[in-house]
């Protein structure tokens, strides 16, 4: 795929230059079907957290769809554009297998992290651990 068909995905990253290159690196690699499921959602969107100390930060979710389905986000920190790389990676897998998985299970995990962490791996990106400075 394209930069072009992920433009709308990465428009929230201007200024972040790492972290919209780990996310395309992310987009890049996920199955067709799933990108394809996010494209296609009215729903769906990407963005970077606005938190700002003694403000707190919002963030603007789309009304749910047609078939009463709700929104679906992913919202990553800033600091995925610093950290290592291999973390912000797995982090951001592990970010668009919830949103895929609609926050639920996958094949006979019912938990959700392990769920997204399960599903991010068959994808490429195993878990890593949180460095410390995150």
């Not at 072009?4 to 990465?10: M, P």
């Not at 009215?42 to 957290?49: A, G, K």
């Not at 392990?114 to 460095?131: C, E, H, I, N, Y």
Request: hydrophobic content about 40%; some cysteine; aromatic content about 10%.
């Amino acid at each position: 795929m394209t930069d072009d068909v992920f433009s709308k995905l990465l428009e929230s990253f201007e200024g972040h230059a790492a972290l919209r290159d780990r996310v395309r690196a992310v987009l890049e690699r996920l199955p067709t079907p799933v990108v394809e499921d996010f494209l296609q959602d009215d729903c769906f969107h990407v963005t970077l957290d606005n938190f700002g100390p003694g403000q707190g930060w919002s963030l603007w979710m789309a009304m749910p769809g047609p078939n009463l389905s709700g929104s679906r986000a992913v919202v990553l920190r800033n600091r995925l554009n610093d950290c290592d790389e291999d973390f912000a990676l797995y982090v951001i897998a592990h970010e668009f297998a919830h949103a895929h998985l609609h926050n639920g299970g996958w094949r006979d995990l019912t938990d959700p992290e392990q769920a997204a962490d399960a599903l991010a791996d068959s994808w490429g990106f195993p878990k890593v651990t949180r460095p410390r400075q995150f």
